[in-house]
């Protein structure tokens, strides 16, 4: 059962630190010392910081901070936004005990809904040695287009967004 994807509100930061956190000691525990990690959580995740990067998607056509639930449990999020090299996909997480549930192919599928007829495509920044998200990323039509915009994100990845369906 794949879960409901809806947009996230205030109300949903605390969740979303959670399963940033989790998903961030999970993913990159071989990659990043422990500090880093928690360094990194602690100023990109903070409450206050969470808190205005959803206030900023709300209401806009080129901004979404999508949350995925189930049982009303949010298990996973998703940030897409402008970006200095044009749409970005800024984040995707999803709790460690999801992974391989279909709760990042909802998350994109839900913002590929809103995306159609308004980007032809987006960017994603990745981990080269995240193979997880690497492997993720793939499945779901990302392909390597170049370096990434930073050493925590080292290659970075299009996905072209599918055209809506053509109406009789």
């Known amino acids: 059962m794949l879960p409901s994807v ?8 605390e969740a979303i630190g959670r399963v940033a956190h989790a998903s961030w000691t999970d993913t990159y525990r071989d990659i990043f010392e422990p500090a880093f990690i928690e360094a990194f959580i602690a100023e990109h ?4 910081a969470l808190a205005s990067a959803v206030e900023r998607s709300a209401d806009r056509d080129d901004a979404h901070f999508l949350v995925a639930e189930r049982d009303g449990v949010v298990i996973a999020f998703a940030q897409y936004g402008p970006g200095p090299r044009g749409p ?14 279909g709760v990042g192919r909802a998350l994109l599928g839900e913002l590929h809904r809103r995306l159609a007829g ?5 960017l994603v920044d990745v981990h080269s040695r995240n193979d997880r998200g690497r492997e993720f990323y793939e499945r779901n039509g990302f392909m390597v287009v ?3 915009a930073a050493p925590d ?7 072209t967004v599918d055209p809506p369906p053509a109406s009789d």
């Not at 995740?45 to 206050?48: G, K």
């Not at 994100?153 to 996905?159: A, E, Q």
């Open 6 to 13: 809806r947009d996230a509100t205030q109300s949903d930061v």
């Open 45 to 48: 995740y903070a409450h206050d």
């Open 88 to 101: 970005e996909l800024l984040r995707i997480y999803a709790d460690p005990t999801q992974y391989g549930s």
């Open 118 to 122: 308004r980007v032809d495509s987006y």
């Open 146 to 148: 170049g370096g990434g």
């Open 153 to 159: 994100c080292d290659l970075t990845m299009r996905r």
